[in-house]
């Protein structure tokens, strides 16, 4: 997945829009005539690793980008959405698992895909592991069993080995690479 086309036309106005770098600022913006901005700012997305006895599950996704690779459930947070919500929400549609959303685990970045993951370690407590709309299996790993050659996208690997640091008896916490360039898949 990548940014995307830049908008032609203001939102607010209707009228053409150029790139320009607009006094005390460093980058192009996106301006109208009239001088709105179109700001181009990332995306939210939430997401949980579900946890029951220190088995973590994960979501085989059956949707592109990753498709037929493992996943945290997640996806974008809607409008007037708590982003703990978002991630709860998530959760359930994709894995059909109940959860009690607790604390963050991460922020993670993928810029060239323009999103920034917020991950939360959730408790499970109801519900039953079965697929959803946007994913083909659902099933737990304990911290050494994570199929990390099958991982959806860099967001995930980092989150998953921030929680596996977490755990008793394993290592330092993950430190991502500052500037992050592309996905397993890409």
């Given at each position: 997945?990548?940014?995307?086309?830049?908008?032609?036309?203001c939102?607010?106005?209707?009228?053409?829009?150029?790139?320009?770098?607009?006094?005390e600022d460093?980058r192009p913006r996106?301006?109208?005539?009239n001088?709105?901005?179109?700001w181009?700012?990332?995306?939210?997305?939430?997401?949980?690793?579900?946890?029951r006895?220190?088995?973590?599950?994960l979501?085989?996704?059956?949707?592109?980008p990753?498709?037929?690779?493992?996943?945290?459930?997640?996806g974008?947070?809607?409008?007037?959405?708590?982003?703990q919500?978002?991630?709860r929400?998530?959760?359930?549609?994709?894995?059909?698992l109940?959860?009690?959303?607790?604390?963050?685990?991460g922020?993670?970045?993928?810029?060239?895909?323009?999103?920034?993951?917020?991950?939360?370690?959730?408790?499970v407590?109801?519900?039953?592991?079965?697929p959803?709309?946007?994913?083909s299996?659902?099933?737990?790993?304990?911290?050494d069993e994570?199929?990390w050659l099958?991982?959806a996208?860099?967001?995930?690997?980092s989150?998953l080995?921030?929680?596996?640091?977490?755990?008793?008896?394993?290592?330092?916490r993950?430190?991502?690479?500052?500037?992050v360039?592309?996905d397993?898949?890409?």
């Amino acid at each position: 997945m990548t940014i995307g086309e830049e908008p032609s036309f203001c939102p607010a106005c209707g009228q053409a829009v150029v790139q320009r770098v607009l006094e005390e600022d460093h980058r192009p913006r996106l301006v109208c005539p009239n001088g709105h901005v179109t700001w181009r700012n990332p995306r939210l997305v939430v997401g949980t690793l579900p946890v029951r006895d220190g088995r973590v599950f994960l979501a085989r996704r059956s949707i592109e980008p990753g498709a037929g690779r493992w996943t945290y459930p997640g996806g974008f947070l809607e409008i007037g959405e708590a982003a703990q919500e978002g991630a709860r929400r998530e959760t359930e549609e994709e894995t059909k698992l109940l959860v009690e959303v607790g604390g963050l685990i991460g922020v993670y970045s993928r810029p060239h895909a323009a999103v920034v993951t917020l991950v939360y370690e959730a408790n499970v407590v109801g519900g039953q592991a079965l697929p959803g709309s946007e994913t083909s299996e659902v099933r737990d790993f304990g911290p050494d069993e994570i199929p990390w050659l099958e991982l959806a996208f860099t967001t995930v690997e980092s989150a998953l080995r921030d929680w596996v640091a977490s755990q008793p008896g394993h290592g330092p916490r993950h430190t991502p690479e500052l500037y992050v360039f592309g996905d397993p898949i890409e």
